[in-house]
């Protein structure tokens, strides 16, 4: 069975540009989870998205933006980009909205 | 505020070296406390969920337990598969961020022959 899919795996963005990241779930899973971890760091709570309504919103500024959609995929949105947005970005499928995580391997954001 | 704090942060172990990692904690009501391993470049693999004090699951060469402060991640007789970060995350009530992972920073495990 495939797992969590996430696209692009690696981008480079300029300060002030946008970003969009999408995942797909495992097959039958309806929560997804977005992750920030920075080098060195655990990762952060982005958000939480199940049956497509957000059921939880980490400490992010409102240039953090994500959806899920009927497939239960997911995008995350970022605006402005800043040099402290560069990071692993990781989705994360689950069965419900548990903390019993299926991550992906991440995109990775730089922004120059 | 809900926090997690792991030790040590790296750790090397010889082949067939037992250890325990510690993952210190305060919540104001506990939904679960979780472990996972995230290898180099990859994202985290889901091991264990622990819910109350006194609780222990166990998986091949890994042991998990559960105190009302602490949870410890117990390796037994490490092989150099066994090399990985391993995260300790928590998830609390009281929070309105619906069911999000507090994660610990990891401790870096490096066995080797």
């Known amino acids: 069975d495939a797992g969590v899919t996430q696209s692009p795996t690696h981008l480079i963005k300029t300060r002030g540009q946008h970003v969009t990241l999408r995942c797909s779930p495992i097959s039958g899973h309806k929560s997804v989870s977005w992750y920030q971890q920075v080098l060195g760091q655990g990762p952060q709570f982005i958000f939480q998205y199940y049956e497509k309504e957000e059921r939880g919103r980490g400490n992010f500024p409102d240039r953090f933006s994500a959806r899920q959609f009927p497939n239960y995929s997911s995008e995350l949105n970022v605006n402005a980009l800043l040099l402290g947005d560069s990071a692993l970005y990781l989705c994360?499928?689950?069965?419900?909205?548990?903390?019993?995580?299926?991550f992906g391997e991440g995109s990775r954001l730089t922004v120059l | 505020e809900d926090q997690v704090t792991q030790s040590p942060e790296a750790l090397r172990l010889q082949e067939g070296e037992s250890s325990s990692l510690n993952c210190s904690y305060t919540?104001?009501?506990?939904?679960?406390l979780f472990w996972y391993r995230q290898d180099p470049g990859k994202g985290p693999e889901f091991l264990f969920t622990?819910?109350?004090a006194g609780e222990e699951k166990e998986k091949e060469r890994l042991k998990a337990t559960l105190t009302k402060k602490e949870s410890f991640l117990h390796i037994t007789a490490p092989k150099p598969e066994d090399s990985a970060t391993y995260l300790c995350a928590l998830a609390g009530y009281g929070s309105n961020s619906g069911y999000a992972l507090n994660f610990g920073k990891g401790t870096s495990l490096l066995v080797t022959p």
């Open positions: 622990l819910y109350s």
């Open positions: 994360a499928s689950s069965l419900a909205a548990t903390g019993e995580l299926f």
């Open positions: 919540v104001s009501g506990l939904r679960g």
